[in-house]
């Protein structure tokens, strides 16, 4: 009976799906990347690990007959509820029969089922996890990737000067403007991984000076995962999640977004390192062993540090380090006297239990240097670690109970005894509408150096707060999603000399009638205490300093080749001491991919006028595979740029991109080594691909 019932959905859902052709396909990929990049707000930022999982299951789908709650998870596109959903349908009534057939799921609607089948399959065939390590050469992929970027323009610092000025001053660099890479990759699945990946900062030297061994850094990596009781093995550099992040997280999380419902973080015990962040990584080796529903994770890592070491004017032999520097760039003389200065040694252990809908684990993390870390005091970070050497013991859980899904974490550091804790659920009434709520409560001397908790400031320090999202499907063309969040501060903070409270709320209603136009409205207010920019005596007030955007933003397929997107945003910022500043940007895109034809096309033209650097705006552009580009717009002017995908002899993809901003009010962009003298400033990317 349930079988022709189910056979019944195939038919009366299948025409709502539709067919997802290849275009489509990198169309999402692409979203993400642009919905993830857009909520850093950075422009310097590094995605590579976060996209491999999804460009992998876009060449080869899931098999969601096959996978498990770990190989969902690595998708990072559904919520535990929906993970518990499909699990259990597949449990109760055997293995789905067809794509099709998720609409059947409770918890699933439309938007998640489209927003997931470009990675997944259904199977009947189970995938053959047993093969030789020669098959698994012969199967797996090999890629090379190599590129060159630059901006043409002359910069200060590129100056040539006398060798005793550049060698007594820290406003010339000692190499050339332009910026190498390469990366060679072997891997098989998500199983094995092989790789090195070198890169070359602008201004660093290359084959010379400092640098006699060419690229300024070298990562590479072995990586092994699909055991029964060897879970997963890294040796080289790599990287480790545990948790929530309050513990112990290596590489980007996520905090709020527009899609309230994934302020839960989804831990991957161990990845390969193939990005190009030379701080926050690990070197050295990791395994995860697991026996039943128990699974034991060790690491260990020695890597050198850019630190800024002192020496104790009464004690000649005595250093100390002052400050950590976390920009990897060595390109002055301070800058080069900073590298590799200081000896980081991490080691940890986290045991994890995991049955059905339910998981908890507890970890312990020691982190030391060679040198006392004895940073200035100030009143804002008196509680900040200062020593060689602390612990931290951290536990958390998660648990599915029907349509509910509870998870936190809490942690303790060794330094002052100090707390840090999370707790968050999320729920869903059915498919149309879901719920998140998340309180932390992080204290003000709560130190790690490797976490990522969900967090209004920087850090996962010296912050209470209670987050609170809704997601509605009012109909099947309209969605709309909202979050409350407010915060305060208990402590003082850097420029904030007092503690402070804060909030902020977004709401973005979507109309999405069909595959072709996607059109959305947001706006964003956020309310921080800052400090007030004229003193009043000897004393600097606070004031409350309040920042709204508004964006309209539309996407429509003109035809399954030919892409328009467009948006309009507009920010304000409004303080008492201050005179009020907006900001306006335009954007429009034009994405042309024929699939008869090698190449891919994509434009952009811009209009931006901002008052300030303060009202300044972050927009995604596209660029080459594995470049992530969210450069800010401010002050008035305009921006264009054109990237063209070209593949050939099937194993070949090239990369050529040329970007300009004009500025309408500027005669000098930037300043001290970075200054350019003009209103121009370009960028060029080539990049060329090579995969067998």
Same mark, same amino acid.
């Given at each position: ?25 990198? &169309? ?22 976060? *996209? ?11 098999? $969601? ?19 518990? &959903? ?9 293995? $789905? ?15 998640? *089922? ?6 997944? +399959? ?73 790789? %090195? ?45 545990? =948790? ?71 004690? &000649? ?36 239990? +995991?049955? +059905? ?10 982190? =030391? ?23 931290? $013991? ?112 977004? *709401? ?95 434009? +952009?033209?811009?209009?931006? &006028? ?6 300044? %705006?972050?927009?995604? !552009? ?46 000098? %962009?930037?300043?001290?080594? !970075? ?18």
């Amino acid at each position: 009976m349930f079988r022709s019932f189910r056979y019944l959905l195939i038919l009366l859902f299948a025409s709502a799906i539709g067919k997802v052709n290849a275009q489509e396909k990198s &169309d999402i990929v692409q979203q993400r990347i642009e919905f993830i990049s857009e909520q850093l707000e950075s422009e310097d930022i590094d995605l590579t690990n976060v *996209i491999e999982a999804l460009n992998y299951y876009y060449e080869h789908p899931m098999n $969601l007959n096959g996978a498990t709650v770990d190989d969902l998870e690595e998708l990072n596109l559904l919520t535990d509820v929906q993970i518990s &959903d499909l699990l259990l349908h597949i449990k109760l009534f055997g293995k $789905l029969i067809t794509i099709y057939e998720l609409q059947s799921l409770e918890y699933w609607d439309l938007q998640t *089922i489209q927003l997931v089948l470009p990675f997944v +399959r259904v199977d009947d065939r189970l995938d053959n996890l047993h093969i030789s390590f020669k098959e698994a050469i012969e199967q797996g992929n090999f890629e090379w990737f190599t590129r060159y970027q630059r901006v043409p323009e002359q910069k200060s610092g590129y100056q040539t000067v006398s060798d005793s000025l550049l060698q007594n001053s820290n406003s010339y660099y000692y190499g050339n403007a332009d910026h190498y890479y390469s990366r060679f990759r072997y891997s098989y699945r998500t199983n094995l991984s092989f790789g %090195i990946t070198a890169d070359k900062d602008p201004g660093e030297q290359f084959f010379n000076g400092t640098q006699p061994n060419g690229f300024d850094f070298y990562s590479a990596h072995a990586y092994f995962k699909g055991g029964k009781y060897i879970k997963a093995v890294a040796l080289g550099d790599y990287q480790v999640q545990i =948790g929530q992040a309050l513990n112990f997280w290596s590489g980007y999380a996520f905090g709020k977004t527009a899609d309230v419902t994934n302020i839960k973080k989804t831990a991957n015990p161990i990845r390969p390192y193939t990005s190009v962040d030379e701080s926050r990584f690990m070197r050295g080796a990791a395994i995860d062993l697991g026996l039943g529903p128990l699974s034991l994770l060790a690491f260990g890592s020695v890597k050198k540090v850019d630190a800024s070491v002192l020496s104790d004017s009464l004690y &000649d032999d005595l250093e100390f380090v002052s400050s950590i520097n976390l920009s990897g760039l060595h390109r002055t003389n301070t800058e080069i006297e900073r590298k590799d200065a200081l000896t980081e040694k991490i080691a940890g252990a986290n045991l994890r239990f +995991r049955q +059905r809908n339910f998981q908890m684990g507890v970890a312990g993390v020691y982190q =030391g240097y060679d040198k006392d870390f004895n940073k200035t005091i100030a009143p804002y970070n008196q509680f900040d670690f200062r020593g060689k050497e602390f612990f931290s $013991l951290s536990a958390d859980y998660s648990y599915v109970l029907k349509n509910f899904n509870f998870f936190g974490e809490a942690s303790r550091s060794s330094y002052n005894g100090t707390w840090a804790h999370l707790h968050g659920v999320l729920f869903s009434l059915d498919s149309r509408a879901s719920f998140s709520l998340l309180y932390r409560d992080y204290d003000r001397g709560y130190q790690t150096f490797y976490n990522s908790g969900f967090s209004e400031g920087s850090n996962t320090q010296n912050e209470n707060g209670l987050y609170a999202g809704l997601k509605l499907k009012l109909s099947p063309v309209w969605t709309i999603s909202s979050y409350a969040d407010i915060f305060t501060f208990p402590w003082m903070k850097y420029q904030v000399d007092a503690p402070t409270s804060g909030n902020e709320f977004l *709401i973005q209603p979507s109309y999405k009638p069909n595959k072709q136009l996607e059109i959305y409205a947001r706006f964003r207010q956020q309310l921080r205490q800052k400090n007030a920019r004229e003193q009043v005596g000897l004393v600097t007030p606070i004031e409350d300093v309040v920042q709204r955007n508004y964006r309209l933003n539309l996407s429509y397929a003109i035809s399954e080749f030919f892409t328009i997107k467009s948006r309009i945003e507009y920010v304000t910022i409004d303080r008492p001491s201050s005179t009020h500043e907006d900001g306006l940007i335009i954007t429009q895109d034009i994405l042309f991919k024929p699939k008869s034809l090698p190449f891919d096309l994509s434009l +952009r033209y811009a209009l931006f &006028d901002t008052d300030s650097y303060d009202t300044r %705006i972050y927009t995604y !552009e596209n660029n080459a595979l594995y470049v992530f580009a969210v450069p800010s717009y401010y002050y008035q002017g305009s921006r264009a740029y054109v990237l063209v995908r070209y593949t050939f002899l099937k194993h070949f993809d090239l990369w050529v991109r040329y970007g300009n901003f004009i500025y309408n009010n500027r005669s000098v %962009i930037s300043s001290g080594a !970075e200054q350019i003298n003009g209103n121009r400033k370009s960028d060029i990317t080539i990049q060329l691909r090579v995969k067998f």
